[in-house]
């Protein structure tokens, strides 16, 4: 099995929530940093393989979400409150992370239509330059938490 990290920046996007929603099925709107000071693992099945996703939820500035799965490649997402934070770490992302890696964007909080920081249009194109997954999602509405996490699974190259 190989290592695979997810890090998550920027509080108050909703990166705990996400994990919540991934690994309990649940929605806690008063969820309590303290809980993300914690660690979860969930399995996800993609055609024959299982992707076990080890996750470390800190209550730190920097938060890294872990996962073994069986594949040879990094895969990492990035969950960004703005886009050119967003820009700005992938960036970083692409000099000093791995040199074989999946990215992931969460557009979360799909629920609230009237606060939208970034067009989906907007951010699907970005995805797009750079090769990178982008779903819209909402932990509160249990929208697309599964796919996303299947999405990076499914771009993990199969051992075989
Ligand atoms: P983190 O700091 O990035 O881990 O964000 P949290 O998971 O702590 O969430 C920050 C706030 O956003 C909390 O009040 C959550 O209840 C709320 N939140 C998280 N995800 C969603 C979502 O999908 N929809 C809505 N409406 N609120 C959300």
Known sequence: SFHTELKLRDTGVGKSSIVWRFVEDSFDPNINPTIGASFMTKTVQYQNELH?????DTAGQERLLSCTAQSSSYSLSVLQETFSTLKNWVRELRQHGPPSIVVAIAGNKCDLTDVREVMERDAKDYADSIHAIFVETS??????????????????????
Not at 52 to 56: G, H, S, T, Y
């Open 139 to 160: 932990a509160k509405n249990a929208i697309n938490i599964n796919e996303l996490f299947i999405e990076i699974s499914r771009r993990l190259p199969s051992t075989d």
């Open 52 to 56: 076990k996703f080890l996750i470390w």
